[in-house]
């Protein structure tokens, strides 16, 4: 059995005051193109999920989150054909600033009970019962 490398992607579950979740519908030219995903990205070599979390909203959606208000929530771990996918979901409730598509294609507020209606990556998708059971 050949190994795989390991990538640790870090991502977060925006919650508004009305209970729903953010998603972000990943543009057209990177893998998976078109399919709605939670925001976040790779953790840089030396940083930890939390403060790549932190560095990824600002630059994706132009927020300001302080590491006081991500909640470690559940993971995902999936294996993709070329690698493993380890993947620490947190939830956030507050942040500072405007959230707005700076890289995606288009942002999506869903109840959780409605996530289901959107295609989304395959370590992504398990996530969605959690959030549907337990927000």
């Given at each position: ?9 870090a991502a977060a579950a ?61 993971f995902a771990s999936h ?31 869903v109840k959780p009970n ?22």
């Open positions: 059995m050949s190994e795989k490398r390991m990538l640790l992607v925006l919650v508004d005051i009305d209970g729903r979740v953010l998603i972000c519908q990943r543009p057209e030219g990177k893998a998976l193109a078109g399919l709605w995903e939670f925001p976040g990205g790779k953790v840089e070599p030396g940083e930890s999920p939390e403060a790549c979390i932190i560095r990824e909203l600002e630059e994706e959606l132009g927020i300001r989150v302080a590491q006081a208000c991500l909640a470690p929530f559940v294996a993709y054909e070329d690698f493993h996918l380890l993947m620490p979901l947190y939830l956030c409730r507050k942040w500072e600033g405007q959230v707005t598509a700076r890289e995606h294609a288009g942002l999506a507020w409605r996530l289901d209606d959107y295609p989304m990556p395959p370590a992504d998708a398990p996530l969605v019962a959690w959030l549907r059971d337990l927000l």
